[in-house]
Protein backbone atom coordinates (compact mmCIF):
# COMPACT_ATOMS: atom_id res chain seq x y z
CA UNK A 1 0.00 0.00 0.00
CA UNK A 2 2.72 2.43 0.97
CA UNK A 3 4.22 1.68 -2.22
CA UNK A 4 1.44 2.25 -4.01
CA UNK A 5 1.24 5.84 -2.60
CA UNK A 6 4.86 6.09 -3.28
CA UNK A 7 4.75 5.58 -7.05
CA UNK A 8 1.52 7.74 -7.64
CA UNK A 9 3.39 10.50 -5.53
CA UNK A 10 6.52 10.03 -7.51
CA UNK A 11 3.98 10.63 -10.68
CA UNK A 12 1.70 13.15 -9.45
CA UNK A 13 4.73 15.27 -7.91
CA UNK A 14 4.30 18.17 -10.13
CA UNK A 15 0.54 18.39 -9.51
CA UNK A 16 0.78 18.11 -5.88
CA UNK A 17 2.89 21.09 -5.82
CA UNK A 18 0.80 23.21 -8.01
CA UNK A 19 -2.26 22.45 -5.76
CA UNK A 20 0.06 23.16 -2.47
CA UNK A 21 0.94 26.65 -3.84
CA UNK A 22 -2.55 27.15 -4.91
CA UNK A 23 -3.74 26.47 -1.60
CA UNK A 24 -1.35 29.14 -0.35
CA UNK A 25 -1.80 31.51 -2.31
CA UNK A 26 -5.44 31.60 -1.68
CA UNK A 27 -5.36 31.49 1.89
CA UNK A 28 -2.79 33.94 2.43
CA UNK A 29 -4.23 37.03 4.88
CA UNK A 30 -7.72 35.67 4.09
CA UNK A 31 -8.88 36.79 7.59
CA UNK A 32 -7.77 39.82 7.31
CA UNK A 33 -9.73 41.03 4.39
CA UNK A 34 -12.04 43.20 4.99
CA UNK A 35 -15.52 42.69 3.58
CA UNK A 36 -16.28 45.55 1.43
CA UNK A 37 -18.14 46.70 -1.66
CA UNK A 38 -20.17 44.23 -3.61
CA UNK A 39 -19.52 41.84 -0.65
CA UNK A 40 -22.17 43.91 1.56
CA UNK A 41 -24.59 43.24 -1.03
CA UNK A 42 -25.63 40.06 0.57
CA UNK A 43 -25.08 40.67 4.02
CA UNK A 44 -27.68 44.11 3.70
CA UNK A 45 -29.84 41.14 2.10
CA UNK A 46 -29.60 38.85 4.91
CA UNK A 47 -30.43 41.32 7.10
CA UNK A 48 -33.50 43.14 5.47
CA UNK A 49 -35.64 39.81 3.82
CA UNK A 50 -36.83 36.75 5.83
CA UNK A 51 -35.83 33.70 3.93
CA UNK A 52 -38.84 33.91 1.49
CA UNK A 53 -37.58 37.30 0.82
CA UNK A 54 -34.21 35.67 0.10
CA UNK A 55 -35.29 33.14 -2.54
CA UNK A 56 -37.76 35.66 -4.48
CA UNK A 57 -35.51 38.35 -5.40
CA UNK A 58 -32.13 38.95 -7.19
CA UNK A 59 -31.94 42.14 -5.79
CA UNK A 60 -31.20 46.08 -6.91
CA UNK A 61 -27.46 45.26 -6.15
CA UNK A 62 -27.46 41.81 -7.77
CA UNK A 63 -26.60 39.35 -4.72
CA UNK A 64 -26.53 35.84 -5.35
CA UNK A 65 -29.81 34.16 -4.24
CA UNK A 66 -28.15 30.78 -2.85
CA UNK A 67 -24.93 32.54 -1.34
CA UNK A 68 -27.21 34.96 0.93
CA UNK A 69 -29.64 32.39 1.76
CA UNK A 70 -26.33 30.69 2.57
CA UNK A 71 -24.81 33.52 4.68
CA UNK A 72 -28.80 33.74 5.75
CA UNK A 73 -28.63 30.38 8.03
CA UNK A 74 -25.05 31.04 8.85
CA UNK A 75 -26.05 34.37 10.58
CA UNK A 76 -29.10 32.18 12.26
CA UNK A 77 -27.06 29.76 13.22
CA UNK A 78 -23.29 30.09 14.35
CA UNK A 79 -23.12 33.71 13.15
CA UNK A 80 -21.50 35.17 10.25
CA UNK A 81 -18.08 36.17 10.28
CA UNK A 82 -15.59 37.36 6.91
CA UNK A 83 -14.01 33.45 6.85
CA UNK A 84 -17.62 31.95 6.59
CA UNK A 85 -18.73 34.72 3.84
CA UNK A 86 -15.49 33.67 1.93
CA UNK A 87 -15.72 29.67 2.73
CA UNK A 88 -18.19 29.13 -0.43
CA UNK A 89 -15.65 30.99 -2.77
CA UNK A 90 -12.60 29.38 -1.46
CA UNK A 91 -14.39 25.42 -1.31
CA UNK A 92 -15.01 25.69 -5.18
CA UNK A 93 -11.91 27.15 -6.18
CA UNK A 94 -9.64 25.05 -4.17
CA UNK A 95 -12.08 22.47 -6.10
CA UNK A 96 -11.65 23.78 -9.85
CA UNK A 97 -7.68 23.06 -9.25
CA UNK A 98 -8.48 19.40 -7.62
CA UNK A 99 -11.48 18.31 -10.19
CA UNK A 100 -10.48 19.95 -13.52
CA UNK A 101 -6.81 18.56 -14.38
CA UNK A 102 -7.91 15.31 -13.61
CA UNK A 103 -11.71 15.84 -15.60
CA UNK A 104 -9.57 16.24 -18.56
CA UNK A 105 -6.17 14.02 -18.42
CA UNK A 106 -8.06 11.75 -21.05
CA UNK A 107 -8.08 14.44 -23.67
CA UNK A 108 -4.83 16.76 -22.51
CA UNK A 109 -2.78 13.69 -21.31
CA UNK A 110 -0.47 13.49 -17.95
CA UNK A 111 1.80 16.57 -19.35
CA UNK A 112 -1.05 18.75 -20.31
CA UNK A 113 -3.09 17.79 -17.15
CA UNK A 114 0.07 19.13 -14.80
CA UNK A 115 0.33 22.08 -16.59
CA UNK A 116 -3.15 23.08 -16.86
CA UNK A 117 -2.95 22.68 -12.72
CA UNK A 118 -0.38 24.79 -12.58
CA UNK A 119 -1.96 27.71 -14.75
CA UNK A 120 -5.10 27.42 -12.42
CA UNK A 121 -3.20 27.62 -9.04
CA UNK A 122 -1.26 30.50 -9.99
CA UNK A 123 -4.21 32.36 -12.16
CA UNK A 124 -4.68 35.92 -10.90
CA UNK A 125 -8.20 36.01 -11.61
CA UNK A 126 -8.79 32.35 -10.44
CA UNK A 127 -7.36 33.35 -6.84
CA UNK A 128 -9.19 36.86 -6.62
CA UNK A 129 -12.43 34.83 -7.12
CA UNK A 130 -11.49 32.44 -5.01
CA UNK A 131 -10.78 34.76 -1.89
CA UNK A 132 -14.13 37.31 -3.03
CA UNK A 133 -17.51 36.71 -1.09
CA UNK A 134 -19.08 37.08 -4.14
CA UNK A 135 -20.68 34.02 -6.49
CA UNK A 136 -18.56 34.42 -9.78
CA UNK A 137 -15.69 31.41 -8.86
CA UNK A 138 -18.75 29.22 -7.70
CA UNK A 139 -20.59 30.11 -11.19
CA UNK A 140 -17.13 29.39 -13.53
CA UNK A 141 -17.07 25.89 -11.06
CA UNK A 142 -19.98 24.47 -12.16
CA UNK A 143 -20.23 25.82 -15.36
CA UNK A 144 -17.30 24.33 -16.96
CA UNK A 145 -18.08 21.32 -15.45
CA UNK A 146 -21.54 21.15 -16.58
CA UNK A 147 -19.66 21.57 -20.29
CA UNK A 148 -17.19 19.00 -19.54
CA UNK A 149 -19.87 16.46 -18.21
CA UNK A 150 -22.07 17.22 -21.24
CA UNK A 151 -19.41 16.51 -24.11
CA UNK A 152 -18.88 13.10 -21.99
CA UNK A 153 -21.98 12.19 -21.97
CA UNK A 154 -22.77 13.56 -25.62
CA UNK A 155 -19.23 11.17 -26.94
CA UNK A 156 -20.86 8.35 -25.50
CA UNK A 157 -19.16 7.81 -22.21
CA UNK A 158 -20.60 6.85 -19.25
CA UNK A 159 -24.46 7.91 -18.98
CA UNK A 160 -24.27 9.28 -15.44
CA UNK A 161 -22.39 12.55 -17.31
CA UNK A 162 -25.70 13.44 -18.05
CA UNK A 163 -26.61 13.67 -14.68
CA UNK A 164 -23.73 15.39 -13.56
CA UNK A 165 -24.65 17.85 -16.49
CA UNK A 166 -28.00 18.79 -15.55
CA UNK A 167 -26.91 19.07 -12.05
CA UNK A 168 -24.48 21.38 -12.77
CA UNK A 169 -26.15 23.40 -15.59
CA UNK A 170 -29.01 24.32 -12.94
CA UNK A 171 -26.59 24.91 -10.21
CA UNK A 172 -24.50 27.43 -11.80
CA UNK A 173 -26.69 30.52 -13.45
CA UNK A 174 -28.86 29.62 -9.59
CA UNK A 175 -25.38 31.12 -8.30
CA UNK A 176 -25.07 33.77 -11.07
CA UNK A 177 -27.64 34.34 -14.17
CA UNK A 178 -24.69 35.13 -16.70
CA UNK A 179 -23.46 32.16 -17.46
CA UNK A 180 -26.84 30.66 -18.14
CA UNK A 181 -25.45 30.94 -22.18
CA UNK A 182 -22.36 28.90 -21.61
CA UNK A 183 -24.60 25.87 -19.69
CA UNK A 184 -27.44 25.84 -22.11
CA UNK A 185 -25.32 26.12 -25.02
CA UNK A 186 -24.00 22.55 -25.04
CA UNK A 187 -27.95 21.61 -25.91
CA UNK A 188 -28.02 23.12 -28.82
CA UNK A 189 -24.70 22.26 -30.17
CA UNK A 190 -25.11 18.63 -29.51
CA UNK A 191 -28.02 18.66 -30.76
CA UNK A 192 -26.89 20.43 -33.96
CA UNK A 193 -24.43 18.21 -34.53
CA UNK A 194 -26.50 14.75 -34.25
CA UNK A 195 -29.10 15.91 -36.41
CA UNK A 196 -26.69 16.67 -39.03
CA UNK A 197 -24.96 13.35 -38.24
CA UNK A 198 -21.71 14.69 -37.24
CA UNK A 199 -21.29 12.08 -33.92
CA UNK A 200 -22.51 8.25 -34.42
CA UNK A 201 -21.80 7.65 -30.57
CA UNK A 202 -24.17 10.50 -29.73
CA UNK A 203 -27.45 10.26 -28.03
CA UNK A 204 -30.16 10.64 -29.79
CA UNK A 205 -32.20 13.63 -30.75
CA UNK A 206 -34.87 13.19 -28.33
CA UNK A 207 -32.60 12.36 -25.33
CA UNK A 208 -31.08 15.46 -25.46
CA UNK A 209 -34.18 17.26 -25.98
CA UNK A 210 -35.27 15.31 -22.65
CA UNK A 211 -31.63 16.09 -20.57
CA UNK A 212 -32.84 19.72 -21.65
CA UNK A 213 -36.40 19.76 -20.41
CA UNK A 214 -34.99 18.25 -17.09
CA UNK A 215 -32.46 21.48 -16.79
CA UNK A 216 -35.25 24.32 -18.07
CA UNK A 217 -37.80 22.20 -15.11
CA UNK A 218 -34.84 22.87 -12.44
CA UNK A 219 -34.02 26.22 -13.70
CA UNK A 220 -37.60 27.40 -14.06
CA UNK A 221 -38.31 25.93 -10.46
CA UNK A 222 -35.62 28.05 -8.79
CA UNK A 223 -35.56 31.16 -11.44
CA UNK A 224 -39.31 31.91 -11.89
CA UNK A 225 -40.07 33.31 -8.73
CA UNK A 226 -37.61 35.96 -8.50
CA UNK A 227 -38.20 36.33 -12.27
CA UNK A 228 -41.77 37.15 -11.63
CA UNK A 229 -41.64 39.27 -8.19
CA UNK A 230 -38.42 40.86 -9.04
CA UNK A 231 -37.88 41.26 -13.08
CA UNK A 232 -37.09 44.91 -12.90
CA UNK A 233 -33.70 44.32 -10.90
CA UNK A 234 -32.40 42.80 -14.00
CA UNK A 235 -33.86 44.93 -16.99
CA UNK A 236 -32.77 47.92 -15.40
CA UNK A 237 -28.53 46.49 -15.70
CA UNK A 238 -29.01 45.52 -19.38
CA UNK A 239 -28.83 47.96 -22.39
CA UNK A 240 -26.93 50.17 -20.76
CA UNK A 241 -22.96 49.40 -21.30
CA UNK A 242 -20.76 49.37 -24.35
CA UNK A 243 -17.30 47.86 -25.47
CA UNK A 244 -14.25 50.90 -25.69
CA UNK A 245 -10.74 50.50 -27.97
CA UNK A 246 -8.96 49.48 -24.47
CA UNK A 247 -11.67 47.02 -23.26
CA UNK A 248 -10.69 43.82 -24.88
CA UNK A 249 -7.10 44.76 -23.92
CA UNK A 250 -7.50 44.88 -20.34
CA UNK A 251 -9.74 41.87 -20.85
CA UNK A 252 -7.18 40.09 -22.09
CA UNK A 253 -4.39 41.28 -19.60
CA UNK A 254 -7.20 39.93 -16.66
CA UNK A 255 -7.72 36.35 -18.27
CA UNK A 256 -4.06 35.85 -18.40
CA UNK A 257 -3.03 37.47 -15.42
CA UNK A 258 -0.21 40.07 -17.47
CA UNK A 259 0.80 43.05 -16.20
CA UNK A 260 2.47 44.06 -19.61
CA UNK A 261 0.85 44.13 -22.89
CA UNK A 262 3.36 42.47 -24.31
CA UNK A 263 3.10 39.29 -22.69
CA UNK A 264 -0.79 38.90 -22.54
CA UNK A 265 0.17 39.04 -26.17
CA UNK A 266 2.14 36.26 -26.11
CA UNK A 267 0.05 34.27 -23.87
CA UNK A 268 -2.57 34.92 -25.98
CA UNK A 269 -0.80 33.82 -28.90
CA UNK A 270 0.28 30.53 -27.06
CA UNK A 271 -3.36 29.92 -26.29
CA UNK A 272 -3.96 30.34 -29.46
CA UNK A 273 -0.83 27.56 -30.57
CA UNK A 274 -2.57 25.05 -27.54
CA UNK A 275 -5.68 25.63 -29.60
CA UNK A 276 -4.57 24.07 -32.59
CA UNK A 277 -3.05 21.52 -31.07
CA UNK A 278 -5.88 20.74 -29.13
CA UNK A 279 -7.78 20.50 -32.64
CA UNK A 280 -5.06 18.73 -34.19
CA UNK A 281 -5.82 15.79 -31.87
CA UNK A 282 -9.57 16.65 -31.25
CA UNK A 283 -11.10 18.57 -33.45
CA UNK A 284 -14.61 17.95 -32.19
CA UNK A 285 -13.36 18.98 -28.55
CA UNK A 286 -12.22 22.34 -29.96
CA UNK A 287 -15.23 23.09 -32.02
CA UNK A 288 -17.51 22.35 -28.80
CA UNK A 289 -15.37 24.85 -26.61
CA UNK A 290 -15.60 27.69 -29.48
CA UNK A 291 -18.88 27.15 -29.61
CA UNK A 292 -20.05 27.63 -25.89
CA UNK A 293 -17.49 30.35 -25.87
CA UNK A 294 -18.53 32.32 -28.71
CA UNK A 295 -22.39 32.20 -27.34
CA UNK A 296 -21.65 33.48 -23.97
CA UNK A 297 -19.51 36.30 -25.72
CA UNK A 298 -22.62 37.12 -28.04
CA UNK A 299 -25.00 36.81 -25.25
CA UNK A 300 -22.92 39.59 -23.45
CA UNK A 301 -22.38 41.67 -26.62
CA UNK A 302 -26.58 41.67 -26.95
CA UNK A 303 -27.54 42.38 -23.31
CA UNK A 304 -24.72 45.19 -22.59
CA UNK A 305 -24.57 45.08 -19.21
CA UNK A 306 -23.99 48.72 -17.56
CA UNK A 307 -20.54 49.02 -17.03
CA UNK A 308 -19.72 46.84 -19.71
CA UNK A 309 -16.57 49.03 -20.92
CA UNK A 310 -14.79 48.56 -17.38
CA UNK A 311 -12.59 45.64 -18.27
CA UNK A 312 -13.33 43.76 -15.04
CA UNK A 313 -16.95 43.31 -15.90
CA UNK A 314 -17.18 41.54 -19.08
CA UNK A 315 -13.91 39.37 -17.68
CA UNK A 316 -16.54 38.36 -14.66
CA UNK A 317 -19.54 37.99 -16.72
CA UNK A 318 -17.70 35.60 -19.09
CA UNK A 319 -15.84 33.98 -16.46
CA UNK A 320 -16.87 30.34 -17.55
CA UNK A 321 -14.26 31.16 -20.82
CA UNK A 322 -10.95 31.46 -18.31
CA UNK A 323 -10.79 27.80 -17.62
CA UNK A 324 -11.13 26.90 -21.52
CA UNK A 325 -8.11 29.88 -22.40
CA UNK A 326 -5.68 28.17 -19.22
CA UNK A 327 -6.75 24.91 -20.67
CA UNK A 328 -5.79 26.22 -24.53
CA UNK A 329 -2.50 27.52 -22.35
CA UNK A 330 -1.47 23.79 -20.65
CA UNK A 331 -1.66 22.45 -23.76
CA UNK A 332 1.03 24.03 -25.92
CA UNK A 333 2.82 24.17 -22.30
CA UNK A 334 2.98 20.76 -22.23
CA UNK A 335 4.02 20.18 -25.59
CA UNK A 336 7.01 22.68 -25.20
CA UNK A 337 7.73 20.65 -22.22
CA UNK A 338 7.56 17.57 -23.75
CA UNK A 339 10.11 18.47 -26.40
CA UNK A 340 12.55 19.91 -23.94
CA UNK A 341 12.54 16.64 -22.01
CA UNK A 342 13.46 14.68 -25.26
CA UNK A 343 16.17 17.43 -26.07
CA UNK A 344 17.60 17.44 -22.22
CA UNK A 345 17.30 13.83 -21.00
CA UNK A 346 18.50 15.04 -17.72
CA UNK A 347 16.03 17.00 -16.85
CA UNK A 348 12.64 15.46 -15.32
CA UNK A 349 9.13 16.04 -16.95
CA UNK A 350 7.34 18.66 -15.88
CA UNK A 351 10.64 20.53 -15.08
CA UNK A 352 9.96 23.29 -18.23
CA UNK A 353 6.22 23.88 -17.16
CA UNK A 354 7.32 24.55 -13.37
CA UNK A 355 9.85 27.04 -14.37
CA UNK A 356 7.53 28.62 -16.68
CA UNK A 357 4.63 29.28 -14.06
CA UNK A 358 7.00 30.21 -11.67
CA UNK A 359 8.18 33.42 -13.85
CA UNK A 360 4.83 34.03 -14.91
CA UNK A 361 3.44 34.15 -11.21
CA UNK A 362 6.53 36.47 -10.85
CA UNK A 363 6.00 38.53 -13.49
CA UNK A 364 2.18 38.97 -12.52
CA UNK A 365 0.24 41.06 -10.44
CA UNK A 366 0.41 39.23 -7.17
CA UNK A 367 3.43 40.77 -6.25
CA UNK A 368 1.31 44.11 -6.07
CA UNK A 369 -1.02 43.17 -4.23
CA UNK A 370 0.78 40.24 -1.50
CA UNK A 371 2.92 42.61 0.91
CA UNK A 372 1.86 41.86 5.10
CA UNK A 373 -0.30 43.42 5.80
CA UNK A 374 -2.11 44.09 3.44
CA UNK A 375 -6.47 43.94 4.09
CA UNK A 376 -7.40 44.92 0.71
CA UNK A 377 -6.21 42.14 -1.33
CA UNK A 378 -9.62 42.24 -3.27
CA UNK A 379 -10.02 45.93 -3.71
CA UNK A 380 -10.57 47.17 -7.16
CA UNK A 381 -7.10 49.15 -6.51
CA UNK A 382 -4.99 45.98 -7.51
CA UNK A 383 -7.87 43.39 -9.36
CA UNK A 384 -9.40 45.71 -11.76
CA UNK A 385 -6.34 46.61 -13.73
CA UNK A 386 -3.17 45.71 -14.30
CA UNK A 387 -1.71 48.52 -15.82
CA UNK A 388 -1.46 51.60 -13.23
CA UNK A 389 -1.72 54.38 -15.73
CA UNK A 390 -4.51 52.34 -17.75
CA UNK A 391 -7.62 54.56 -18.44
CA UNK A 392 -9.29 51.99 -15.82
CA UNK A 393 -7.11 52.07 -12.82
CA UNK A 394 -7.95 52.73 -9.80
CA UNK A 395 -4.54 54.24 -8.82
CA UNK A 396 -4.85 58.04 -9.76
CA UNK A 397 -8.63 57.91 -8.97
CA UNK A 398 -8.50 56.81 -5.62
CA UNK A 399 -4.40 57.99 -5.06
CA UNK A 400 -4.85 60.65 -1.68
CA UNK A 401 -3.42 63.97 -2.43
CA UNK A 402 -1.64 64.24 0.37
CA UNK A 403 -0.33 62.19 2.99
CA UNK A 404 -0.18 62.74 6.93
CA UNK A 405 3.51 62.80 8.55
CA UNK A 406 1.39 60.43 11.40
CA UNK A 407 1.63 57.39 8.74
CA UNK A 408 5.23 57.84 8.22
CA UNK A 409 5.98 58.41 11.48
CA UNK A 410 4.14 54.74 12.60
CA UNK A 411 5.69 52.81 10.05
CA UNK A 412 8.71 53.13 12.37
CA UNK A 413 6.99 51.70 15.06
CA UNK A 414 6.32 48.17 16.88
CA UNK A 415 3.30 46.09 15.62
CA UNK A 416 -0.48 47.48 17.15
CA UNK A 417 -3.75 47.70 15.47
CA UNK A 418 -4.91 50.82 14.03
CA UNK A 419 -8.76 51.84 13.13
CA UNK A 420 -9.73 53.95 10.39
CA UNK A 421 -12.84 55.94 10.58
CA UNK A 422 -15.14 56.82 8.67
CA UNK A 423 -16.68 53.89 6.63
CA UNK A 424 -17.57 54.05 2.85
CA UNK A 425 -17.54 50.59 1.71
CA UNK A 426 -17.45 51.04 -1.87
CA UNK A 427 -13.83 50.99 -3.51
CA UNK A 428 -13.91 54.26 -4.86
CA UNK A 429 -14.90 56.04 -1.74
CA UNK A 430 -11.94 53.86 0.09
CA UNK A 431 -8.50 55.04 0.12
CA UNK A 432 -7.05 53.05 2.78
CA UNK A 433 -4.95 50.27 1.49
CA UNK A 434 -2.82 53.46 0.16
CA UNK A 435 -2.08 54.66 4.20
CA UNK A 436 -1.88 50.87 5.04
CA UNK A 437 0.68 50.14 2.02
CA UNK A 438 3.38 52.99 4.10
CA UNK A 439 2.23 52.24 7.64
CA UNK A 440 2.55 48.53 7.38
CA UNK A 441 0.52 47.52 10.81
CA UNK A 442 -3.02 45.30 10.82
CA UNK A 443 -6.13 47.46 10.09
CA UNK A 444 -9.47 47.68 10.89
CA UNK A 445 -12.60 49.92 10.01
CA UNK A 446 -14.06 51.95 13.02
CA UNK A 447 -17.77 52.80 13.16
CA UNK A 448 -19.20 55.70 14.17
CA UNK A 449 -22.79 56.67 15.58
CA UNK A 450 -25.44 58.37 13.17
CA UNK A 451 -24.93 61.76 15.27
CA UNK A 452 -21.58 62.36 14.29
CA UNK A 453 -21.17 59.81 10.75
CA UNK A 454 -20.99 62.02 7.52
CA UNK A 455 -23.11 61.80 4.68
CA UNK A 456 -22.82 58.46 2.91
CA UNK A 457 -20.81 56.85 5.44
CA UNK A 458 -22.27 53.27 6.30
CA UNK A 459 -22.06 50.85 8.95
CA UNK A 460 -23.38 47.46 9.62
CA UNK A 461 -25.69 46.71 13.08
CA UNK A 462 -22.59 44.56 14.74
CA UNK A 463 -24.83 44.42 17.92
CA UNK A 464 -26.87 41.85 16.26
CA UNK A 465 -25.68 38.50 17.04
CA UNK A 466 -26.13 37.09 13.40
CA UNK A 467 -23.48 39.36 12.57
CA UNK A 468 -19.65 38.64 14.41
CA UNK A 469 -17.06 40.47 11.83
CA UNK A 470 -13.47 40.84 13.62
CA UNK A 471 -12.50 43.80 11.53
CA UNK A 472 -15.15 46.26 12.21
CA UNK A 473 -15.67 48.18 15.47
CA UNK A 474 -18.05 50.40 16.86
CA UNK A 475 -15.78 53.49 18.23
CA UNK A 476 -18.20 54.19 21.05
CA UNK A 477 -17.42 50.65 22.57
CA UNK A 478 -13.95 51.45 24.73
CA UNK A 479 -13.58 47.63 25.40
CA UNK A 480 -13.81 46.55 21.82
CA UNK A 481 -10.73 48.40 21.11
CA UNK A 482 -8.88 47.28 24.60
CA UNK A 483 -10.23 43.67 23.14
CA UNK A 484 -8.94 44.18 19.72
CA UNK A 485 -5.36 45.34 21.34
CA UNK A 486 -5.93 48.70 18.99
CA UNK A 487 -3.15 50.93 19.34
CA UNK A 488 -4.14 54.15 17.27
CA UNK A 489 -7.61 54.84 16.44
CA UNK A 490 -7.36 57.77 13.20
CA UNK A 491 -10.66 60.29 12.18
CA UNK A 492 -10.95 61.70 8.42
CA UNK A 493 -11.82 64.73 8.87
CA UNK A 494 -12.86 65.12 5.36
CA UNK A 495 -12.28 61.69 3.40
CA UNK A 496 -13.94 61.80 0.77
CA UNK A 497 -12.21 65.41 -0.48
CA UNK A 498 -8.82 63.60 0.65
CA UNK A 499 -8.74 61.73 -2.88
CA UNK A 500 -12.40 63.03 -5.16
CA UNK A 501 -12.81 66.87 -3.19
CA UNK A 502 -11.19 70.42 -3.05
CA UNK A 503 -7.49 70.61 -3.22
CA UNK A 504 -7.56 73.59 -1.91
CA UNK A 505 -8.43 73.00 1.58
CA UNK A 506 -4.79 72.22 2.29
CA UNK A 507 -4.20 75.67 1.93
CA UNK A 508 -6.31 76.78 4.66
CA UNK A 509 -4.80 77.37 7.69
CA UNK A 510 -5.23 74.56 9.90
CA UNK A 511 -6.94 76.49 12.92
CA UNK A 512 -10.01 77.74 10.31
CA UNK A 513 -10.94 73.94 9.41
CA UNK A 514 -13.90 72.76 11.36
CA UNK A 515 -14.23 69.39 11.76
CA UNK A 516 -17.83 69.08 10.35
CA UNK A 517 -19.88 66.18 11.33
CA UNK A 518 -17.19 64.17 12.97
CA UNK A 519 -16.85 67.04 15.56
CA UNK A 520 -18.97 64.89 18.22
CA UNK A 521 -17.00 61.67 18.13
CA UNK A 522 -13.31 63.51 17.59
CA UNK A 523 -14.30 65.42 21.18
CA UNK A 524 -15.47 62.26 23.00
CA UNK A 525 -12.16 60.89 22.34
CA UNK A 526 -10.40 63.93 23.72
CA UNK A 527 -12.41 63.16 26.76
CA UNK A 528 -11.37 59.49 26.65
CA UNK A 529 -7.61 59.50 25.78
CA UNK A 530 -6.88 63.01 26.31
CA UNK A 531 -5.68 65.14 23.32
CA UNK A 532 -4.69 63.69 20.17
CA UNK A 533 -0.89 62.43 18.90
CA UNK A 534 -1.14 63.96 16.17
CA UNK A 535 -3.76 66.56 13.99
CA UNK A 536 -3.73 68.10 10.98
CA UNK A 537 -6.39 69.76 8.52
CA UNK A 538 -7.01 65.92 6.96
CA UNK A 539 -7.09 63.89 10.38
CA UNK A 540 -6.84 63.50 13.73
CA UNK A 541 -5.50 60.51 15.67
CA UNK A 542 -5.53 59.29 19.20
CA UNK A 543 -3.14 56.99 20.69
CA UNK A 544 -5.91 54.30 22.52
CA UNK A 545 -2.91 51.28 23.60
CA UNK A 546 -0.52 53.66 25.23
CA UNK A 547 2.15 54.01 22.21
CA UNK A 548 3.60 57.34 21.69
CA UNK A 549 4.12 57.81 18.07
CA UNK A 550 2.73 61.73 17.83
CA UNK A 551 5.73 62.86 20.04
CA UNK A 552 8.26 61.18 18.01
CA UNK A 553 7.50 63.12 14.85
CA UNK A 554 10.06 65.16 13.62
CA UNK A 555 9.39 68.62 12.09
CA UNK A 556 9.73 68.02 8.19
CA UNK A 557 8.73 64.25 8.05
CA UNK A 558 8.36 62.36 4.59
CA UNK A 559 6.08 63.77 3.02
CA UNK A 560 4.49 62.46 -0.55
CA UNK A 561 1.61 63.41 -2.94
CA UNK A 562 2.73 60.65 -5.43
CA UNK A 563 1.85 57.15 -5.60
CA UNK A 564 1.91 54.88 -2.26
CA UNK A 565 1.23 51.56 -3.20
CA UNK A 566 3.82 49.88 -5.64
CA UNK A 567 3.21 50.10 -9.08
CA UNK A 568 5.01 48.66 -12.27
Known amino acids: MISLWMRWIHREWLLILALGLGVALRLYQIEDQIIADDEWHAVHGLLASAYGGVLSHFGGADRSIPLTFFYKVIG ?80 GENRRWGLIYAMCSIAAPYFHLTVLPFVMAPLLVGLIATVSGKSKASPAPFQIVRLGGTV ?9 PPFLVDRESLIQ ?16 QLFFGAVQNWLAGALLFAAAVGAALLGRKHPSWLLYLIALSGIQVAFLL ?106 FALASQPETRVVEAPWYPEWHNNPYPYYQHIYRKPMLVGFLPESCRPPGAAELPIEDPRLKFKLFLRLTDVKALADHQVGYVVFH ?61 APGSKKDNGAVVSER
Open 237 to 252: KSGQGFIMSDTIPGAI
Open 302 to 407: LAQPAAMQVPIVPVRYCISLLPVLLLMLAVALASIDSRVTRLCRVLPAGSFTLAACMLLLYAGPLRNAYYWPNSWTNHALFQYSYDPEGPYSYSSNLRPRAIPEFY
Open 76 to 155: DTLGLNEFLMRLPSLIFGIGAMLVFPFLLRAEIGLPGSRAFAWFLAISPLHIYYSRYARPYGISMFFSFLAAVSFFKWWS
Open 216 to 224: SAGLLFLLL
Open 493 to 553: RRLIEEIHGNPDIWKVPQSTIAAGGLEPCIRNFREWYGPPVYEDGQIVAYDVGGSTVGSRL
